[in-house]
């Protein structure tokens, strides 16, 4: 597994020590925290924050002190969906009212009351103006890419699911701008244990590498960058599976009827 430096001095909370748990009273959506802190050497009194975020929006709840995690008012997300796509941080701040950031987990997925985590997709599709553009792909820190489909469009994100022409002429080129982000912007090499952060980014590449012809992932195991042409050919050769497996070409011939499914 790699190593990754901290430059920052600030402390890495470690996931295993913090549960967001989504709830649900009256119709409000909203989560408890259970955090266990005391052993990072961190002040008593240092100041708890809990973020919860999706794309563009952004509550944050204080949660009492590292001696003394609690919320003083339910912790209801009033702001954020509370669903599938919502994430959470947690910060630890200086009591001396600096407002320095002593210790941060980020990207926290919540779970149900059950203990099981929400169902998350490959792809999450949002609405927003997009300045002329009928669909816009965006990467926010360490979660799922997103599709954001122009606002204006009444269909919206039903599209992905129901909209055989946006399948045929979107879909496709959704799957290899992600690859190319995987695999050449960001120069993932596919692992067997992948750290939190990278999850996303194995679970697109094993989905890639389970499309019809494509011998999993192994073309692309212990790549360099310098290995960028071999990287695209597997790529293409991936996007071109899809495209015939989901019959695109057809879709589209249907749409323009031209021909009957």
Not at 1 to 28: A, F, Q, V
Request: with cysteine; hydrophobic share 35%; charged share 25%.
């Amino acid at each position: 597994m790699r190593r990754r430096l901290n430059y920052t001095k600030r402390t890495h909370l470690h996931k295993k020590d913090i549960t967001i748990t989504l709830i649900e009273d009256s119709g409000r959506k909203g989560f408890q925290a259970s955090l266990h802190l005391d052993h990072y050497g961190l002040p008593g009194d240092g100041q708890i924050w809990i973020e919860a975020y999706d794309r563009n929006m952004l509550e944050r709840h204080a949660f009492g002190t590292v001696a003394h995690p609690f919320a003083s008012d339910p912790c209801f997300l009033d702001s954020v969906p509370g669903s599938d796509s919502c994430l959470f941080r947690v910060k630890v701040v200086d009591p001396g009212g600096h407002g320095r950031l002593l210790a941060l987990a980020k990207a926290l997925r919540p779970v149900l009351p059950n203990g099981d985590a929400p169902t998350t997709s490959l792809l999450r599709v949002g609405t927003k103006p997009l300045d002329g553009l009928t669909w816009s792909l965006e990467f926010v820190e360490v979660e799922h890419p997103t599709l954001f489909i122009d606002e204006t469009i009444e269909a919206g994100i039903a599209l992905p699911r129901q909209d055989p022409t946006f399948q045929a002429l979107v879909l496709p080129a959704v799957l290899e701008q992600v690859l190319r982000q995987i695999l050449v912007d960001l120069e993932y090499s596919p692992e067997d244990d992948p750290e939190p952060d990278d999850q996303w980014k194995q679970q697109w590449l094993d989905f890639a590498g389970g499309c019809p012809g494509i011998d999993g992932l192994t073309a692309i195991q212990n790549l360099t960058p310098k290995d960028k042409d071999r990287k695209l050919d597997w790529i293409e050769e991936c996007v071109s599976s899809f495209a015939r497996n989901q019959s695109c070409v057809r879709k589209f011939r249907k749409a323009l009827g031209e021909i009957d499914l």
